[in-house]
């Protein structure tokens, strides 16, 4: 995730979401994974002179680990290290999961786009179907896997029905077992869905 993202109403929606399935699932964790890639913002004038945005402003404003200060009784962990290659970050996140404390969790992926495109076309916004299947197979029985997934360009106004059964693919899961959030009624919300399902 960009830092130019947080904040806006789809992070409403997101922790909405992650709130009601920590509750109905009863897990003692939500752990995000950022895949964090911070910005280079753009300068502004002030009398017509270029000047940086105040750092501190910054920080007020785009604070990606803000979240932990949730009031909530489920902790939230947020794995905030600069995502700048598939392999290491991988390898980090699954020794993350392995350590936790508190288990069951909620393993929530959170990258810019989603899982990546079908043909295999990928960019760092996007999670790859082995490393999904990867961190699937590591989480524990009672661990429920959440991906953000932001609308594709398919010209089809459904893309969740599409994307679930690629989630469910990489995965190697029934589709019984998978699910999905979104917020229809949103507005500025509705082009993205939280696709979950829960270790047996």
Known sequence: MQDKFYGDNRDLVKWGTL??????????QILQVLYYRPNLWPRIE??????????EVIQHFRNTKSICGLESSVPVHVLGETFTGRHQ?????????????????????????????????????HVLYDELNEIWKNLEAGDVLVL???????????????????????LGIDS???????????????????????KE
């Open 89 to 125: 970050y991988l390898a980090y996140l699954i020794g993350e999961i392995k350590e936790r404390n508190l288990k069951p969790g909620i393993v929530f992926l959170d990258p810019d786009t989603g899982l990546e495109p079908p043909s295999r076309n990928a960019n760092l916004g």
């Open 148 to 170: 953000y997934q932001h609308k594709t360009g398919m010209n089809n106004n459904d893309f969740i029905t599409p994307k679930l059964q690629e989630f469910v693919d990489a």
């Open 176 to 198: 019984t077992q998978a699910k999905y959030a979104h917020a229809p009624r949103f507005n500025t919300a509705n082009d993205v869905a939280f696709f979950y399902a829960k």
């Open 46 to 55: 002030v009398d017509r002179k270029e000047v940086e945005i105040a750092k």
């Open 19 to 28: 709130a009601n399935l920590a509750s109905q699932h009863e897990v003692k």
